[in-house]
C-alpha cells in the first residue's frame, strides 16, 4: 500500500514522498482496519515535516493529525464498530491508503456522503475553535471577540460556532477581497488594516472585546492586545508568523491584560472519553445542520503528495488542500 513518509527534516514538499509500504495485516482483537478516504494538510502538519513542531518524531516517519475512513476489518473484542462504519481517526500518522489502530482511536460517524470530507477536518479545527471560544473568557450573546487569520479553518469555525451562540466578532485578515465572503459567512466586522486597528475596534464594539484569539503572533499579536478591554485575555494558538508573541509589560500591569497559549492536542489528551465523545458529537451536530463547513481548494490523490504539499503552503489559498488516498470519493 502507499503512505507518505520522511526521512529527514525540510521544506514539506521536498522531504515528504509516497512511499510503497507494507499492508498493516490483520488487525488484533482490540484493533480495527481503517481505509483511508480523506486527509487535510493542516499547518501543524507542514511544521511536523520542517522539524518546528512540539517534538521531532523518529524517522522514517508518516505525519497527519486527522482523517476520515471506513472500516474495512475489525478485531474479534471489538464492540459497536463493523466493517463499513465510518470512522474519523484520532491518532496521528494517518497519512496512508490503510490504518491499523485500536478501536479506541477512532470515532464513529453518521453522516450524508455528501458531508463526509468535513468529517477529514473535523478533529483539528472545529474542535480548537470551539475550545477557545469557551476555555478562557465566559462570553455572552452580545459579546465581542477579535481573531486574526481570520480566513484559516480555524478562523471560520470561530465566525461560524461565534455566530450561533450571539457572539460578534472583530476579524483581521491581510486581503481586502476576504471581507465580503467572511460577511458572507456570518462574520460582524473584518478588518485588513493593522494601522489604527485599536481605534476601528473600540468604535465597533464600544469599548474593545474581551477575547482575542492568535494565529499570528508577532507585531499582529500586539495590535489584538492593544483592541482588549481591561482584564482582556489573549491566546495564542499558533505561529504563523514565526515572530514571538509580542505584548506591552504595562498593558499587563496596568490594564490586567493575560496572554496565553492554546494546544488541542494537550486539551484532548487531558480529556476523558466521554468528554471526547461529547465534544465530537456536538460539532457533528454542526456539520449536520450546515453551521460548519470549512472550505475545500483542491483534492490530490496520494501519488501526488508533493504537489499537494506546495499548494497547502502557498498564500491566499480559498480553503484546505485534501489528499483522497483511496481514490475520488
Ligand atoms: N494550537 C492548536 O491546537 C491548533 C489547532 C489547530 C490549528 N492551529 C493553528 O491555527 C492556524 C490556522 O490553522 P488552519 O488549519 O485553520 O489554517 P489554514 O486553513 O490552512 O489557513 C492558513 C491561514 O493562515 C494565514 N496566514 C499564513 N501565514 C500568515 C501570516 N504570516 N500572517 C497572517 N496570516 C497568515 C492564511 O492567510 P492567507 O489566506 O492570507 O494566506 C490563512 O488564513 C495555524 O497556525 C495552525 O497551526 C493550532
Partial sequence: MKAVQFDAFGPAHEAACCADVPDPGAPADDEVVVEVIAFP?????????????????PLPYTPGAEAVGQISQTGAGVD???????????SRENWAQKR?????EVLKI???PDRLLQYAMLKVNPATAALMLREYVELESGDWLIQDAANSAVGHCVIRLARKAGIRTVNVVRRESLVAPLKASGADVVLVDLDGLSGQVSEATGGGPRLAIDAVAGDTSLRLAECLAEGGVLVNYGMLSGEPCKMM??????????????WLARTLGQMPRAGIESLYAELAGHVQDGTLAVGIEATYDIAEIKSALAHAGQQGREGKILVLPNGQV
Fill in 41 to 57: 494538510i493542516n499547518p501543524a502538519d507542514l511544521l511536523t515535516i520542517e522539524g518546528k513542531y512540539a517534538a521531532r518524531p
Fill in 80 to 90: 459497536g464498530l463493523a466493517s463499513g462504519d465510518h470512522v474519523m481517526l484520532l
Fill in 100 to 104: 491499523k489502530v485500536k478501536a479506541a
Fill in 110 to 112: 453518521q453522516t450524508q
Fill in 249 to 262: 509589560p504595562d498593558w499587563l500591569v496596568f490594564r490586567r491584560l493575560s496572554l496565553t497559549g492554546f
